[in-house]
């Protein structure tokens, strides 16, 4: 480790910056930075030194952790160690491991190939759907998650939900839904637009081959009409029991399971 730094004041400025970044969008966005907390996801950023500036910990996870730390972070990064009142001050969980990180946001590289898998997430507000959904991608190999309209990808409880997929999984953002579609299309990638409609094709009678984008709408709202109208499917899970729909990850993990077994 390069540089590692005592901070026994819950005024410092490197704590005071990382809960600004933990609590607003706008401070995470203009900076380009976004906020990690735990011992898995911290070690897991730290494969990628480039995006981790700042590391803390607790006395108590000093103990614990701080050679699993110190293996990881090789010859990057500030490491500070802080009291663990000041760590309970920083946490966004109710149990915190005392590992907390500050990371850049990675590149949005995502190039889309008329011969590759994508699921679109549109409207999903649920931070914990959201980062469930990048975890199965992950799990699964999908090619690329698009978002259009969600929750912030930045946030601290899409990041703790998405378990260091975050880091992984290729993805790209457009608010606009014409220009997601436009995007799509001038790739020659063809749109699915899940729905829970026994008019839909069942899921089971389609072959989601390459060059393909499954839809997943909002939670409560699901996909709306225009939206569907632009998709050139309508699927469906199939239901035998009494439930009407499914939780928006859930159903992501069926539909991409079956993207990526074809």
């Not at 976004?34 to 006395?59: H, S």
């Not at 929750?151 to 790209?172: E, Q």
């Not at 499954?214 to 699927?235: A, R, S």
């Amino acid at each position: 480790m390069q540089k590692i730094t005592e901070i026994t004041s819950r005024d410092n400025p490197a704590v005071r910056h990382y809960i600004r970044l933990r609590d607003k969008k706008k401070t995470r966005y203009e900076e380009n930075l976004f906020v990690a907390e735990g011992l898995r996801i911290v070690t897991d950023a730290l494969q990628y030194p480039c995006l981790v500036q700042q590391i803390f910990l607790t006395e108590s996870a000093w103990e614990k952790y701080a050679e699993d730390i110190q293996n990881a972070m090789q010859e990057t990064g500030h490491c500070f160690r802080i009291p663990d009142a000041v760590g309970k001050m920083m946490t966004d969980t109710e149990h915190t491991q005392g590992v907390f990180a500050v990371c850049r946001m990675p590149e949005q590289t995502l190039q889309i190939s008329r011969k590759k898998k994508y699921l679109v997430l549109y409207q999903l507000q649920d931070p914990g759907n959201m980062g469930m959904i990048l975890r199965t991608g992950d799990a699964l190999g999908v090619d690329g998650v698009l978002l259009s309209q969600c929750c912030d990808l930045y946030s601290p409880k899409v990041i703790r939900a998405t378990m260091g997929s975050v880091f992984r999984v290729p993805v790209l953002e457009l608010p606009d839904a014409k220009e997601l579609f436009d995007l799509l299309e001038t790739n020659q990638i063809q749109s699915y637009a899940s729905v829970p409609s026994a008019q839909a094709v069942p899921l089971t009678e389609c072959r989601l081959s390459e060059g393909c984008a499954v839809w997943i709408g909002n939670e409560g709202n699901g996909l709306p009409d225009d939206v569907m109208q632009n998709c050139h499917y309508k699927i469906t899970i199939p239901m035998k029991g009494g439930a009407e729909s499914l939780n928006a990850a859930m159903a992501a993990g069926i539909l991409m399971w079956e993207m990526m077994k074809s």
